[in-house]
């Protein structure tokens, strides 16, 4: 074992700095050495093979299977919801996931973690089958509305579309019992906004479990010609979706806890730590980028990169910082912020959130993208703060990091992103300052407890149940999200369906290295992350084209689970947006008539 485990040692040295068929060469040497009966040990010498890079660490980093949807005849894809097998770096488990069935490539095909990443087309229409292949649930589950329940039970979330909240397109309060499928079919209009968004289950109930469990993917509306400068068009791009693998038994939010207290039999039971050399202290809650364990990715000196990052986290929020390196947003939540690019020092994500940024590294070395701070969040059944995770053992990989950046080779100078301004459909049109009088404007005050786990009060009562409240068609809505100091959305993170929202105000949102700026659009915001709590959040949207039930929830997801979940009625005759956007009157390099 003393030369397996000097291999192991050279290995991690030079698969940080290699490519790929390198690495795999050096995990071929590991796999040579390993012993007879390694798999008891269940050490690197069986969980990282070639055909199993979610069990090696340092890989070079590559994007998940794609399906272009435009591609598929009659833009119909088949999703199966099945169980699979992972063997990963830091456990071995089996869990839930979909398959692309009719998916070309055949590496789409198959059941995986994340997900196959959905391509689409604005002014396409696509859709969706899904079939829930999983066995029954127990007979003895909890049954309340408001508990962690039915492990088998599913449905499909299209995160951050502009899209109806009814049949047959995302209604998240209809659901697939083992067994049944069902068809969800989207008509994505010409004038969606291109972005960064993300597809995952949402049965009340059972989506904590799901996506805890690595059951998500991400889905790109693709950009057209001219929608972003030539100069940023050309850049190159890293797709990345960042899962937390929060199993934690010593929390209410670990996942390993959810199964067991909803009685699930696949996941709990089927829960094994690897052993694996640097996971002392992280089999409970490690991060993956694309399925990968710490990956690398390789960029030259002075060469700027598009990140487009997704939190397909359940719980953790994370504050990622590059030093060393530039970074320079341009999108959250999948829409453009204006103007474009903003030089910021820091990705702030909560649960659910997105960003697109420039990265660049000017000097050659190895650079990592790190968490920079824990979250502070409390558990509420422990009845006070989370303690802070154990220090990692010296020489090990820090909990905090996600990634690294090698940079090297010979020296190249990207050409700088003018400031630009976006176009903007109508249901993104600026909402900041003085309305229209035909555009009237309703006011709502919004809170989220953690005591009782609710919205305003009230938790969640059912698909059945009351709205919070019912919503005209045609109206600017104002929503005040932390009222009274409550600790609302500077606590938890709210994520609305159907509608992104806009900062009006915000208190101590000045700066140009502030995350937050008024005129910024979220569809999942935590402010708490970066402004003291009791800040004072006020943003708008408009009601328009959609009617219907409109979810919004805490995305820390074992608190929608258990409550913290509810609608609003947008009742009526559909109606267009009351304020139009200025999109005609603004160019890529200076707008022209209201800020775009």
Same mark, same amino acid.
């Given at each position: 074992?003393?030369?397996?485990?000097?291999?192991?040692?050279?290995?991690?040295?030079?698969?940080?700095?290699?490519?790929?068929?390198?690495?795999?060469?050096?995990?071929?040497?590991?796999?040579?050495?390993?012993?007879?009966?390694?798999?008891?040990?269940?050490?690197?010498?069986?969980?990282?093979?070639?055909?199993?890079?979610?069990?090696?660490?340092?890989?070079?980093?590559?994007?998940?299977?794609?399906?272009?949807?435009?591609?598929?005849?009659?833009?119909?894809?088949?999703?199966?919801?099945?169980?699979?097998?992972?063997?990963?770096?830091?456990?071995?488990?089996?869990?839930?996931?979909?398959?692309?069935?009719?998916?070309?490539?055949?590496?789409?095909?198959?059941?995986?973690?994340?997900?196959?990443?959905?391509?689409?087309?604005?002014?396409?229409?696509?859709?969706?089958?899904?079939?829930?292949?999983?066995?029954?649930? $127990? *007979?003895?589950?909890?049954? &309340? @509305?408001?508990?962690?329940?039915?492990?088998?039970?599913? #449905?499909?979330? !299209?995160? =951050? +579309?502009?899209?109806?909240?009814?049949?047959?397109?995302?209604?998240?309060?209809?659901?697939?019992?083992?067994?049944?499928?069902?068809?969800?079919?989207?008509?994505?209009?010409?004038?969606?906004?291109?972005?960064?968004?993300?597809?995952?289950?949402?049965?009340?109930?059972?989506?904590?479990?799901?996506?805890?469990?690595?059951?998500?993917?991400?889905?790109?509306?693709?950009?057209?010609?001219?929608?972003?400068?030539?100069?940023?068009?050309?850049?190159?791009?890293?797709?990345?979706?960042?899962?937390?693998?929060?199993?934690?038994?010593?929390?209410?939010?670990?996942?390993?806890?959810? $199964? *067991?207290?909803?009685?699930? &039999? @696949?996941?709990?039971?089927?829960?094994?730590?690897?052993? #694996?050399?640097? !996971?002392? =202290? +992280?089999?409970?809650?490690?991060?993956?980028?694309?399925?990968?364990?710490?990956?690398?990715?390789?960029?030259?000196?002075?060469?700027?990169?598009?990140?487009?990052?997704?939190?397909?986290?359940?719980?953790?929020?994370?504050?990622?910082?590059?030093?060393?390196?530039?970074?320079?947003?341009?999108?959250?939540?999948?829409?453009?912020?204006?103007?474009?690019?903003?030089?910021?020092?820091?990705?702030?994500?909560?649960?659910?959130?997105?960003?697109?940024?420039?990265?660049?590294?000017?000097?050659?070395?190895?650079?990592?993208?790190?968490?920079?701070?824990?979250?502070?969040?409390?558990?509420?059944?422990?009845?006070?703060?989370?303690?802070?995770?154990?220090?990692?053992?010296?020489?090990?990989?820090?909990?905090?990091?996600?990634?690294?950046?090698?940079?090297?080779?010979?020296?190249?100078?990207?050409?700088?992103?003018?400031?630009?301004?976006?176009?903007?459909?109508?249901?993104?049109?600026?909402?900041?300052?003085?309305?229209?009088?035909?555009?009237?404007?309703?006011?709502?005050?919004?809170?989220?407890?953690?005591?009782?786990?609710?919205?305003?009060?009230?938790?969640?009562?059912?698909?059945?149940?009351?709205?919070?409240?019912?919503?005209?068609?045609?109206?600017?809505?104002?929503?005040?999200?932390?009222?009274?100091?409550?600790?609302?959305?500077?606590?938890?993170?709210?994520?609305?369906?159907?509608?992104?929202?806009?900062?009006?105000?915000?208190?101590?949102?000045?700066?140009?290295?502030?995350?937050?700026?008024?005129?910024?659009?979220?569809?999942?915001?935590?402010?708490?992350?970066?402004?003291?709590?009791?800040?004072?959040?006020?943003?708008?949207?408009?009601?328009?084209?959609?009617?219907?039930?409109?979810?919004?929830?805490?995305?820390?997801?074992?608190?929608?689970?258990?409550?913290?979940?509810?609608?609003?009625?947008?009742?009526?005759?559909?109606?267009?947006?009351?304020?139009?956007?200025?999109?005609?009157?603004?160019?890529?390099?200076?707008?022209?008539?209201?800020?775009?």
């Amino acid at each position: 074992m003393s030369g397996t485990t000097s291999r192991q040692t050279r290995c991690a040295a030079t698969a940080v700095a290699t490519a790929t068929a390198m690495a795999f060469a050096c995990l071929a040497s590991l796999l040579l050495a390993a012993p007879q009966g390694a798999r008891a040990s269940m050490g690197p010498e069986h969980s990282c093979r070639r055909d199993n890079p979610m069990g090696c660490r340092n890989l070079r980093l590559r994007p998940p299977p794609s399906v272009h949807t435009w591609d598929l005849p009659n833009g119909h894809l088949h999703l199966d919801f099945t169980t699979v097998d992972i063997d990963s770096y830091a456990a071995r488990f089996t869990t839930r996931a979909f398959a692309a069935r009719n998916a070309p490539n055949p590496e789409a095909a198959k059941a995986q973690v994340p997900g196959v990443t959905l391509r689409v087309r604005r002014g396409q229409a696509f859709s969706v089958t899904l079939s829930n292949r999983l066995g029954p649930n $127990s *007979a003895h589950e909890p049954t &309340a @509305v408001n508990t962690y329940h039915s492990p088998n039970t599913t #449905n499909l979330h !299209t995160h =951050g +579309l502009h899209e109806s909240p009814e049949l047959p397109a995302d209604n998240v309060l209809v659901y697939l019992q083992p067994g049944e499928q069902r068809t969800y079919k989207y008509e994505i209009g010409d004038d969606h906004a291109p972005g960064l968004h993300w597809w995952h289950p949402h049965h009340h109930g059972s989506a904590a479990l799901q996506v805890g469990g690595g059951a998500a993917g991400l889905l790109v509306i693709e950009e057209r010609p001219g929608d972003v400068p030539r100069e940023l068009a050309a850049l190159p791009e890293e797709l990345m979706i960042l899962q937390n693998w929060y199993m934690a038994p010593s929390s209410s939010f670990g996942v390993l806890n959810i $199964s *067991a207290a909803m009685g699930d &039999a @696949v996941l709990a039971p089927s829960y094994q730590r690897s052993g #694996n050399p640097g !996971t002392e =202290g +992280l089999e409970d809650n490690w991060w993956t980028v694309n399925g990968l364990y710490l990956p690398t990715l390789h960029a030259q000196p002075g060469q700027s990169v598009r990140w487009r990052v997704a939190s397909a986290s359940i719980d953790e929020t994370l504050d990622l910082v590059v030093a060393g390196c530039s970074l320079e947003l341009l999108a959250k939540d999948g829409i453009v912020i204006s103007p474009a690019p903003r030089l910021v020092d820091r990705m702030l994500l909560p649960p659910g959130a997105r960003a697109d940024v420039i990265v660049t590294c000017k000097e050659p070395g190895v650079f990592r993208l790190m968490a920079q701070s824990a979250d502070d969040r409390g558990d509420e059944e422990a009845g006070g703060e989370r303690p802070p995770p154990p220090p990692p053992p010296p020489g090990f990989p820090y909990v905090g990091e996600l990634a690294t950046i090698v940079v090297e080779g010979s020296r190249v100078r990207s050409l700088p992103i003018p400031t630009f301004y976006p176009a903007r459909p109508d249901y993104l049109a600026n909402l900041v300052g003085a309305l229209p009088d035909h555009a009237p404007t309703q006011h709502w005050n919004l809170s989220l407890a953690l005591n009782g786990l609710t919205i305003n009060g009230v938790p969640f009562g059912g698909v059945d149940g009351p709205p919070l409240t019912t919503l005209r068609p045609g109206a600017v809505e104002e929503w005040q999200l932390n009222p009274d100091n409550a600790r609302g959305a500077t606590f938890h993170p709210l994520h609305m369906h159907v509608w992104p929202f806009q900062i009006i105000s915000l208190t101590g949102a000045s700066g140009a290295n502030k995350w937050f700026q008024v005129g910024d659009w979220h569809d999942s915001m935590l402010v708490g992350m970066e402004e003291a709590a009791g800040t004072d959040l006020t943003v708008r949207f408009q009601t328009g084209r959609f009617t219907g039930r409109v979810v919004l929830h805490c995305h820390i997801l074992a608190h929608e689970d258990r409550g913290m979940l509810g609608f609003v009625d947008v009742d009526g005759g559909a109606l267009p947006y009351p304020v139009s956007s200025n999109h005609q009157r603004c160019t890529l390099t200076s707008p022209s008539g209201p800020p775009c």
